[in-house]
């Protein structure tokens, strides 16, 4: 077997500055896609259906606009896309790696040309990222995404284990046996690729169900998969209802896998119905998940403040606070806290909210009425609240658009209700500590959240940072020194938390595609049979499946 895929090299980031050609691509491919409306199907066995059972997608920053139609599958829909995927299958894993794997780069290569405009597009209008946060998800990261993980997926394949004298061992990297179920999260339109992507490439064949508030994106990147040469029913594109679908596609025997990225509430009811149908399976199913986090900046007394401000800002604020690993509570200490506050306002006052059209916009809108009323509702409470301040923003508006301004909490309680929740949103609560209490401080940090996704510590302290890097050993999968806690890059940072922000097996690394979509068979193959006479094999129960594995022909 031939090797040869290098090592990738990461996309690089367009800017769209302007008088940029790229800028004004992409806004004349926004401006294109902003006064169609497409019906949405459920693509299954590559057959597009058009269920009838629909909704509207609306831009979260103009929700009098509505871009696309959403065609929900029933769970006989649902059923088709399992079925379809479990008759895709043989032909599927059969086919050689490479050429599985060729299927994804050349999918990458259509994401770095025609491709870009179109799912940039799509997740700007239907996501409201900005042009930058777009670019940085659904180009870059996915592009990324697909070029490592076939390297990746090469690079396991040559791991085997040791052979002696006269004997021959070897691993053989099979899919799992089954159908794999990727379920999709609203915020990055690359996740949602990957999760149906990585496995697919490997062998296995998907039920793909995307985010409501992500179908736009996730059927113009299905449509891409499809483009590049994805045989029919290998990925199952179901846009559907989320507990109608958990309820017919979890008690399915032949589930094999589950690849999620959501809320920590709904991977545990996934892991709980998988326990109660666990006597239906053909085989255990394997499940990895990345869900909620509260991650943390924390501050040395030695820090620098003006590059902590900066953290804060970029990390609690960038996409709205609506990133997994966005700062979401500070421990600044006081020595150093008027100066940082200052800069926050400062940067925040520089920062125009917008719709995302507007490329001068850095705030765009959260994704919808359900999430802005949440956020919303936090705020209040801390208006309300004589243990709290706001001492940045505070205001929201939805009258265009679902806008909440980037918001800085101030509390004098390190387990205020803005500092234990998970909100996602923009809105970022600090606690000012005493610095001689720092070691306490430590302590509350470690032990105020359940989650353990990202953190950040800023000191130039050198003895200082290896203390809290200790000190908070479990308190974050991702653990950031001197930098926001968010933008890990595919290949650099391998991504995934412990605690209840998931099963940490690490996307953008070989740990993802090992844990959930590989599955090891080991074959021993004699060279000789040590002059024993077959009739021993034959006459030895145990050695049967020794005479199995002898070389053939």
């Known amino acids: ?88 299958k ?26 870009r405009d179109i799912l940039n597009a799509a997740t700007m209008l239907g996501q409201s990222k900005n042009a930058y946060q777009a670019e940085i998800d659904s180009a870059c990261e ?24 006269g004997v021959s061992n070897s691993l053989e990297y099979r899919p799992l046996e089954g159908f794999v179920v990727a379920i999709t999260p609203f915020n990055f339109t690359a996740i949602g690729g990957n999760l149906a992507a990585a496995p697919a490439m490997l062998g296995n064949t998907v039920v793909w169900k995307p985010s409501d508030t992500q179908v736009l994106s996730a059927y ?17 594109f ?41 006597d239906k399976y053909k085989t255990f199913p394997r499940l990895v998940g990345e869900t909620g986090g509260k991650d943390f900046v924390f501050a040395h007394p030695s820090a620098d403040w003006e590059s902590a401000a900066t953290g804060l800002v970029r990390g609690a604020f960038e996409y709205q606070g609506q990133k997994c690993s966005a700062a979401s509570r500070a421990y600044l200490p006081q020595s150093l806290y008027g100066k940082i506050q200052e800069k926050i306002i400062s940067d925040l006052s520089t920062m125009k909210m917008g719709d995302v ?5 850095f705030i765009n809108a959260v994704i919808d009425e359900r999430s802005f009323k949440k956020i919303s509702t936090f705020i209040e409470i801390a ?14 508006k939805m009258d265009v658009g679902y806008f909440i301004e980037p918001t800085v909490i101030e509390t004098t309680k390190p387990l205020f209700r803005t500092m234990v929740e998970e909100i996602f949103g923009p809105v970022l609560t600090i606690h000012v500590y005493d610095d001689s209490k720092l070691d306490e401080t430590l302590r509350i940090c470690d032990e105020t959240s359940p989650y353990a996704l990202t953190g950040a510590i800023f000191a130039q302290d050198r003895q200082a940072v290896e203390m809290m890097s200790k000190r908070l050993i479990n308190a974050a999968g991702n653990f950031y020194i001197n930098d926001k806690p968010t933008g890990a890059t595919v290949g650099q940072q391998p991504f995934g938390g412990a605690r209840k922000s998931g099963t940490n097996d690490k996307a953008g690394s070989h740990l993802n595609l090992f844990s959930l979509a590989l599955s090891e068979n080991g074959e021993r193959k004699l060279q000789s049979a040590e002059g024993l006479p077959l009739s021993f094999f034959k006459l030895n129960p145990w050695n049967e499946s020794m005479l199995n594995a002898l070389p053939r022909g």
């Open 1 to 88: 077997m031939q090797f040869p895929l290098s090592l990738p090299v990461n996309e690089p980031i367009r800017q769209y500055a302007p008088n940029d050609p790229a800028r004004a691509s992409l806004q004349q491919k926004l401006k294109q896609m902003a006064n169609e409306k497409i019906e949405i199907p459920c693509i299954i066995g590559g057959q597009e259906i058009f269920t009838g059972r629909a909704f509207n997608v609306k831009m979260p920053h103009s929700h009098k606009e509505s871009i696309a139609r959403v065609h929900l599958a029933s769970p006989e829909e649902i059923q088709k896309a399992a079925n379809s995927a479990l008759r895709a």
């Open 90 to 115: 043989h032909d599927w894993q059969h086919m050689p790696w490479n050429e599985r794997a060729a299927i994804f780069l050349r999918a990458a290569e259509l994401l770095a040309g025609p491709y």
């Open 142 to 165: 996915l592009i990324d995404f697909l070029r490592f993980n076939a390297y990746y997926y090469q690079q396991l394949q040559k791991e085997q284990p040791l052979s002696v004298e």
């Open 220 to 236: 113009y990147t299905m449509k891409l998969f499809q483009e590049a040469g994805l045989p029919p029913g290998v990925i199952n």
């Open 238 to 278: 179901v846009p559907a209802d989320g507990p109608e679908f958990g309820e017919t596609i979890l008690s399915h025997p032949d589930l094999a896998g589950v690849h999620f990225t959501g809320s920590t509430g709904t991977f545990q009811q996934i892991w709980q119905t998988i326990g109660k149908n666990i």
């Open 357 to 361: 059209r507007d490329f001068g916009c």
């Open 383 to 396: 208006k309300a609240s004589s243990d709290a301040k706001i001492i940045a923003g505070g205001n929201s």
